[in-house]
């Protein structure tokens, strides 16, 4: 046994869709996981929803509960003159990452459309995030990150932000194209982030390929080797219902994230690699 390490466990997609606001909630109650990530752009974002949440914080404040920035399909943007959009809505995730390296955004109309994002989470929980991240990695992509990073550091200066860059040997990241992809842009990421005084998590893991035979229980446990003591760990725990069905393709992996951390056997593991969340 090493020595002991306190992780954040941090749910994404709080706001997506009631099922996935239900689970998270759970867990959250349950100790299972100690951080999420709420959404403004989506279906099952309002005041009720953000009030049981804050609920929770209010009994827990050691939970954190950040802004998960939110700049692809097939959501909206909260301010008019955004672009580049495809019929009225953010461009898919292989489109922006796309045009963010031919550096054919508008860092300034991103920038907006972020500060829109963070007012209107503070409108509803009362009070700024306590970290941020992005909806499918859009922080670290070119451009994005430099608006990102400039709001973070002039409006939200006590906020952290998730790189995703990996603690694991580099000999065992070469197999793994999307961790790698996370590695690259977060390094240029995590050096601006310096740059501005903005702090970062450690290290990052819990990116897999989400396909039907996913073994989450198995992979898991997997995600803790070599993560250091402060490390983030991303999860997509819910329940399945109509909302999530029509707007994301990760579904029933959501469900079996759900059963592992409610399960006995998630503590026990975590107990038996001496890690526990801060």
Known sequence: MGP??????????????????????????????????VMM????IDHDEAD??????????????????????PFRPLTKGYAPLRSDAFLPVGATLQS????????ELIATEIRAQVDAFVALFGTP?????????????PQIRD????VV???LPTAWVRQCGRATPWSSRLADRKGLILDVLSAGFRARAARLGVRTNPAFAGSYDFHDGANFAALFPRFLDHLPHGGLVMCHPGFVDDTLRQLDPLTDLREREYAFFSSDAFPEMLAGRCVTLA
């Open 4 to 37: 002991s390490r306190r992780i954040v466990l941090c749910a994404d997609d709080y706001g997506l869709s009631p099922g996935v606001n239900r689970a998270i909630r759970d867990l959250l109650v349950h100790g299972r996981i100690n951080a999420t990530s």
């Open 41 to 44: 752009v989506t279906p099952a």
């Open 52 to 73: 049981a949440l804050a609920a929770i914080k209010e009994a827990q404040p050691h939970i954190a509960i950040g802004l998960h920035v939110t700049l692809t399909s």
């Open 100 to 107: 963010a390296m031919r550096r054919a955004l508008k860092p």
């Open 129 to 141: 995030p306590d970290y941020l991240d992005g909806h499918q990695h859009v922080q670290i992509f």
């Open 147 to 150: 608006a990102f990073l400039d």
């Open 153 to 155: 550091a002039r409006d």
